[in-house]
């Protein structure tokens, strides 16, 4: 014991100082009782705490309260409101389905219409499907007429225009032909005066001696040698006279 004393650091000699004198014993008491002071004050702060917060929480569940009673009256309105808006929207819902029936029925009728209509165009197609092939026939052999046809005019134009060209050339033989004969006419009433003049000198110097009177040699007439077709000289006649 007294090593121990000996030992002894001053903090626990002075522990075993006032455990002999019985302070020791006063002093814990006083912590104890210390510690009980400070935990009271800490659960008198902890319930004052606690009790601002259950009076937060009931002034919350007053308010929550009222919200409910709120709710409720909402919901009940909700409620009346929702029944009478089913109520419109059926009444709604049965007007439009009255009108789309009715809308349905027309279109049905319009549908019928359509299908009436759709069946005479495909039999007018099919008309005109047939008829198109007749007229496709029709326009070939129109067609082969036409080339055909269009060979012979062609071939017809050539020979007029043949025609044409000898018509020019009997033309010009008949002009020809016209001043050959007017200067044979000339020389012919040329030769007659000439052949008037003689004769009466011839009477006059030989009065009793009669004879034949001359007979005056007809001159050629070189437009006999043409030999137009009958309408050229048809119109050179119908020209002279």
């Known amino acids: 014991m007294i090593s121990k004393l000996i030992e ?22 006083r912590r104890e009782t210390e510690n009980r002071i400070r935990r009271t004050h800490e659960n008198l702060a902890r319930l ?3 009790r601002e917060e259950l009076e937060r929480q009931l002034e919350r569940l007053h308010r929550q309260a009222q ?16 029944a009478q808006l089913s109520a419109l929207r059926w009444q709604a819902l049965n007007e439009q389905v009255g009108q789309r029936e009715s809308v349905i029925g ?6 019928e219409a359509l299908v009436a ?25 129109v067609q082969g007429r036409f080339y055909s046809v269009g060979g012979d005019i062609a071939r017809v134009e050539q020979s007029i225009q043949h025609g044409q060209q ?26 007659r005066t000439l052949l008037a003049t003689l004769g009466k000198s ?27 077709p ?7 006649g119908t020209h002279s006279t």
């Open 8 to 29: 002894a650091k001053p903090e626990d000699l002075r522990n075993f100082i006032e455990e002999a004198a019985g302070i020791s014993k006063y002093k814990e008491r």
């Open 48 to 50: 004052t705490d606690l």
């Open 67 to 82: 919200a409910a009673e709120k709710y409720q009256e909402y919901k009940a309105e909700e409620r009346q409101l929702k």
């Open 106 to 111: 027309s279109q049905e009728v319009s549908f």
């Open 117 to 141: 209509e759709q069946r005479n165009a495909d039999a007018a197609i099919e008309r005109f499907r047939h008829g198109h092939h007749e007229l496709s026939e029709r326009f070939n052999l």
């Open 166 to 191: 000898r018509l020019r050339q009997l033309q010009d033989d008949l002009k020809e032909a016209e001043r050959a004969r007017l200067e044979t006419e000339s020389h012919l009433g040329h030769d």
């Open 202 to 228: 011839w009477r006059c110097s030989s009065p009793s001696r009669k004879s034949p009177p001359l007979r005056p040699k007809k001159p050629p007439r070189p437009w006999r040698k043409l030999k137009p």
């Open 230 to 236: 009958c309408t050229a000289g048809r119109s050179s």
